[in-house]
């Protein structure tokens, strides 16, 4: 049986497009430059796209409203956040049962530090400021949930709300080394 003949002109594939075409009804994506984790050398950069919808911090950084600077401070605050909440824990099966008593585990080094950097944002911030971050970076309202929580539901509220919550972010990049204060004064110049 004779063998089939190829072609000995081969065509390469150019770069494949891997973005999903069918999206949900309510997806709100963004494009957004990331270093290419399979990168030969360093610094290659790719474009990948990433869900915004439940992300306050990544619209706002996504739609260029912030720098990043400020997008860095706010993932530390809720980085921090993260590691120093001790909220509802799993229950371990492989732990001997005492009549519903379970001992607390012990703080973690780790734990201490996030609660003495939380701990030096709301000084900072002050009570206002520190509630305000909060309800965006760990609750993920917007500007006009805030407002209504607090009773106030003009559109003039909901712009100082987003002008005090970049001032936050501000400081935050601050107190988190991701600006100087220079530059910190700089950026408030150009706005």
């Known amino acids: 049986m004779a063998r089939a003949k190829r072609s ?41 796209v990433r ?64 609660v003495l950097r939380l701990n030096r944002v709301e000084r900072e911030l002050g009570t206002d400021g520190a509630a305000l971050v909060h309800d965006v970076l760990v609750l993920g309202l917007t500007m006009d949930e805030i407002g209504q929580r607090r009773a106030v539901r003009t559109q003039r509220w909901n712009d100082y709300f987003a002008r005090r919550f970049r001032e936050c972010l501000d400081r935050l990049a601050l107190i988190y080394g991701f600006a100087t204060e220079g ?5 408030e110049r150009r706005r």
Request: cysteine-free; aromatic content about 6%; proline content about 5%.
């Open 183 to 187: 530059g910190a004064q700089r950026a």
């Open 51 to 114: 869900s915004v919808r439940g992300d306050p911090l990544g619209r706002l950084h996504a739609h260029h409203q912030i720098d990043e600077a400020q997008y860095r401070g706010g993932r530390a605050f809720q980085n921090d956040w993260e590691r120093a909440e001790r909220g509802p824990q799993a229950v371990d099966p492989t732990r001997e049962y005492v009549d519903g008593a379970r001992s607390r585990e012990p703080v973690t080094e780790v734990q201490r530090q996030a």
């Open 8 to 48: 000995k002109s081969y065509k390469l594939t150019g770069i494949h497009d891997r973005r999903s075409r069918e999206l949900p009804f309510n997806a709100e994506l963004a494009e957004v430059e990331v270093d290419n984790p399979l990168a030969l050398d360093a610094g290659e950069k790719i474009v990948v």
